[in-house]
């Protein structure tokens, strides 16, 4: 682990304090990372990855040692490749990887990994298919730094929980910082994730029994992800009509090795900030204190008033001379059978009061 | 008057933006993300996969820029700006939550009173210069006292009074005084030790210090309620003794530097704490790396110019 010294001046206290945890944060730094061997099709798809990412990206373009599913060999420094990526995490203040990672018996890998306080949270190994480059596509593209619209199609991205935990990935790997205004005009291209057809066996499977037994990797679908610039159209209302351009990247990847996240690691990376206290006045909080209230477009304070449900059958009415007095018993005892406890109640409440 | 080709025209003039799909697209507004949960049809998909995968991404991108269009919106020179939701998918952090900053005394004192905070200005109205000063720094409002020209001394004062000494030191003092609340708000918020710790804390001090002369606090000027020291005894060994009895001592001595419950030096934990497996290879190759080392070992030629140098992360 790095030292933590006191800052000896301001420059090195401010370059310390935008490290901080932060309550709202930034968006995460990928680092790419080129493992022992990384081929063509690797080095083109990180690349590509790298152009969709800055500037939040940091490149390590020189070959590293790294496995990052196999803590168990060392390298000859005493390292294993999870102690390295969280040394790098730290030293870089970066909370994502990219690695690159090409071998005989799993070609053309790329791995995604999440950091949560410069330790591992999850890990998502793909393996790229198929490729067309930036620059073989020769389109007009996206101007470097440019928020994209993500678009995931298949219902498994809401069911499978290997697609669950890509879709995750891939939100936080393009899109994960929390802002509050984007600028319409501003919105220039799409990344569009979707899978081929369902296959069968995941069809039939409930959910549960996915999860449980050992998935055969073959089995899942493909994964296209393919990058679009958007042409807005006039439409004759508000909303224009989008059109888009093949971009690039288009890559096809097939899902490998995963490790989900450890529970209780997750469970603490899950923890929102306690909402601000206006927040909680104009409603946005759960605890929200003014429960019912909101504003009209007159802004006018309207309220809600609920009223519990009203039990009839208590309801006392008016009490006649002529129903009361010994009649009534025998009148309940004649038809007491066909209808059941509540008559039976009332039956023994009037012989109380007589 | 028949409006139909009228409509007709403006049809064929304009695509629709509306997006029709068996089960609705889910926008997440704040992240930008659209999921589209239909089925993949597998016929469009096999015909022609490029533009089965465009129409796809346009439906979702309409759907997403239809509900964008939709939020409320603010003026800017580059464009409206539409102002987003909260996420509605949920993100693991980074980082854990940052740990909110212990109160300090006066924090807790004003919550306790109900007292407003209120931030002062940095500057002041001077009502004789008619202009606004700093409240402290240079020129501040704060040594006006220290740089006016002349100062009224009050009557009982002494001959050698110096009202710019007293006024400086009066400044100085409140600097100081809060410079040490700020230290102890400071070692509060570090670790509440409890009061009963803190006082042990100080007797032991208080005990090594009245322990420290020749004559272990024999002459030292007595305070009002001081205690009499316990178990401090000032006893003189003779300077020649038997043979046997300087064996017998310098023995037990020995044994009680031997002994594990005070022991004198520690010994380090464990083994693999000793070796320093990173500066062990450095040496042993000196200096080439551990690849350099194995090559050497198995007797092929060593190779120049890659030094095996790792674990830092070549970037």
Request: net charge positive.
């Amino acid at each position: 682990m790095l030292r933590t010294v006191k800052p000896k001046n301001a420059r090195s206290k401010r370059a310390r304090d935008a490290r901080a945890p932060k309550e709202i944060e930034d968006p995460r730094t990928a680092i790419f990372v080129r493992g022992s061997h990384t081929g063509e099709k690797v080095n083109a798809a990180m690349r590509d990855l790298m152009a969709l990412k800055r500037p939040n990206c940091i490149s390590f373009s020189k070959k590293n040692v790294i496995h990052p599913f196999d803590n168990t060999s060392v390298t000859e420094a005493g390292h294993t490749s999870q102690s390295s990526l969280e040394f790098w995490s730290t030293k870089n203040d970066a909370s994502m990887f990219l690695i690159g990672q090409s071998t005989k018996k799993r070609p053309d890998g790329l791995t995604f990994v999440r950091m949560y306080d410069n330790r591992i949270l999850d890990m998502c190994e793909v393996g790229v298919t198929g490729l067309v480059g930036m620059d073989q596509i020769k389109t007009k593209k996206c101007t470097p730094g440019n928020k994209p619209l993500l678009h995931f199609a298949s219902e498994l991205f809401d069911t499978h929980p290997r697609f669950i935990q890509l879709k995750s990935i891939l939100i936080d790997f393009f899109n994960g910082e929390v802002i509050d205004s984007i600028c319409l005009a501003g919105l220039e291209h799409v990344i569009s994730v979707s899978l081929s057809p369902t296959p069968a066996s995941l069809n039939n499977a409930s959910t549960s029994a996915i999860a449980e037994t050992k998935e055969d990797l073959s089995t899942l679908p493909t994964v296209h992800i393919r990058g679009y610039t958007t042409r807005f159209l006039a439409s004759g209302n508000r909303v224009p009509r989008v059109e888009l351009t093949p971009m690039g990247p288009s890559m096809d990847l097939t899902l490998r090795r995963h490790q989900e996240p450890d529970p209780e690691m997750w469970k603490q990376a899950m923890k929102r900030p306690k909402v601000a206290k206006k927040d909680i006045e104009s409603g946005l909080g759960r605890k929200n204190k003014r429960k019912n209230t909101e504003l009209d477009e007159m802004g006018d304070l309207r309220g809600r008033v609920h009223v519990g449900k009203q039990d009839l059958s208590k309801l006392v009415g008016k009490k006649m001379k002529g129903l009361r007095g010994g009649a009534v018993d025998v009148d309940m005892e004649s038809d007491g059978d066909d209808d059941g406890d509540r008559e039976d109640d009332q039956g023994a409440r009037k012989k109380r009061k007589v | 008057m028949d409006v139909s080709n009228l409509l007709a025209s403006h049809a064929a003039k304009y695509q629709t933006t509306d997006v029709d799909k068996e089960t609705p697209i889910e926008v997440d507004a704040g992240f930008l993300t659209v999921t589209d949960l239909n089925p993949i049809d597998e016929e469009s998909y096999k015909a022609n996969l490029e533009e089965h995968l465009q129409s796809l991404a346009r439906d979702g991108a309409q759907a997403l820029v239809a509900a964008l269009f939709k939020l409320p919106t603010t003026q800017s020179p580059d464009g409206p700006l539409a102002q987003l939701p909260k996420p509605t998918t949920t993100l693991p952090r980074a980082k854990p939550l940052p740990k909110p900053k212990p109160p300090t005394k006066w924090e807790r004192f004003a919550a306790a009173k109900g007292i407003q905070k209120k931030v002062r200005d940095r500057k002041e109205w001077d009502e004789e210069r008619q202009e606004w000063v700093n409240r402290w720094g240079r020129d501040g409002k704060n040594k006006q006292k220290e740089v006016q020209w002349i100062t009224e001394v009050p009557l009982n004062a002494d001959a050698d009074f110096d009202p710019v000494k007293a006024a400086r030191d009066e400044r100085k003092a409140r600097v100081a005084k809060n410079e040490r609340q700020r230290l102890q708000n400071e070692a509060r918020a570090q670790g509440s030790t409890s009061r009963e710790e803190r006082k042990q804390d100080i007797e032991r001090t208080l005990a090594t210090s009245r322990g420290s002369t020749a004559s272990m606090g024999r002459f030292d000027r007595k305070l009002e309620g001081e205690k009499k020291m316990k178990g401090v005894k000032r006893k003189f060994e003779p300077t020649e003794r038997s043979l046997d009895q300087e064996k017998q001592a310098s023995l037990a001595l020995l044994s009680k530097m031997d002994s594990d419950s005070k022991k004198m030096r520690r010994e380090p934990a464990s083994e693999e704490n000793v070796l320093n497996v990173r500066k062990a290879v450095r040496f042993a190759s000196k200096g080439r790396g551990g690849l350099a080392l194995g090559r050497d070992a198995a007797g092929g030629k060593s190779r120049s110019g890659r030094g095996g140098r790792g674990g830092k992360g070549r970037r």
